[in-house]
C-alpha cells in the first residue's frame, strides 16, 4: 500500500472505442493503464503523469471523478482476484482492510491505491451500457459525443455498466 497525499480525486477511467486503426502510442499509452479491452474500467488517482495519459488516449475513452458509492458497488460487483475469483472478507484482510465499504473509502481518499494491490486484478471488466451509449462514441463530451473527460457524470454510465 502506497500512502498517498490528501487532496487528491479517485478517477474512473472507462475505455469506449477499439484501436484497430490507432497510433501505436495510443495503443501503448491504454496498455499502461490496463485498458486492454473495451468496457475496461480502471481506479486512478489525479496525478499528472495519469491525466496527461488520458488525455493523450482521450480519443478512446471516457473518465470523470468517482464517487464513493460508485466506487464501492465496482469493487463489490466487478471486483476479481488474480485467477478470476471474486473478492472476499479473507482476501481483504490480507490488503489490511477489515471490508469492502473500508476499501472503498481508502480508494475514494486515495490512501490505497486500487491498481498496485497484490493478487488484484487493476482492471473492473463492465457490461455495455445499459440501454446504450447517449451519444456517438466518436465524438467528444462536449460535442454531444461520448469520448473525454466528463467530471461527475462518469458515475451514472458506470453504474449503467455495472
Same mark, same amino acid.
Given at each position: 500500500m502506497t500512502e498517498k497525499a490528501k487532496g487528491n480525486k479517485c478517477i474512473i477511467a472507462i475505455r469506449v472505442r477499439g484501436v484497430i486503426s490507432a497510433r501505436r /502510442?495510443?495503443?501503448e499509452?491504454?496498455?499502461?493503464? *490496463?485498458?486492454? &479491452?473495451?468496457n475496461y474500467a480502471v481506479l486512478i488517482d489525479d496525478?499528472?503523469?495519469?491525466?496527461?495519459?488520458?488525455?493523450?488516449?482521450?480519443g478512446y475513452v471516457t473518465w470523470g471523478e468517482a464517487s464513493k458509492e460508485t466506487i464501492a458497488t465496482?469493487?463489490?460487483?466487478?471486483? &476479481?482476484?488474480?485467477? =478470476?475469483?471474486?473478492l472476499t472478507?479473507?482476501?481483504l484482510q490480507k490488503v489490511g482492510c477489515?471490508?469492502?465499504?473500508?476499501?472503498?473509502?481508502?480508494?475514494? =481518499?486515495?490512501?490505497? /491505491?486500487?491498481?498496485?494491490?497484490?493478487?488484484?486484478?487493476?482492471?473492473?471488466?463492465?457490461?455495455?451500457?445499459t440501454k446504450g451509449?447517449?451519444? *456517438?462514441?466518436?465524438?467528444?463530451?462536449?460535442?454531444?459525443g461520448e469520448l473525454g473527460y466528463r467530471g461527475d457524470r462518469i458515475n451514472e454510465l458506470?453504474? &449503467?455498466?455495472i
Open positions: /502510442e495510443d495503443r499509452t491504454l496498455r499502461m493503464l *490496463n485498458l486492454t &479491452r473495451n496525478r499528472s503523469s495519469f491525466l496527461g495519459m488520458l488525455r493523450a488516449a482521450q465496482l469493487i463489490m460487483k466487478r471486483g &476479481r482476484l488474480a485467477g =478470476n475469483k471474486r472478507e479473507e482476501c477489515r471490508s469492502i465499504e473500508e476499501l472503498a473509502q481508502s480508494v475514494f =481518499n486515495c490512501t490505497i /491505491e486500487y491498481w498496485a494491490l497484490l493478487n488484484i486484478q487493476p482492471v473492473f471488466r463492465l457490461k455495455p451500457p451509449f447517449k451519444g *456517438n462514441i466518436k465524438k467528444g463530451v462536449g460535442q454531444g458506470a453504474e &449503467r455498466m
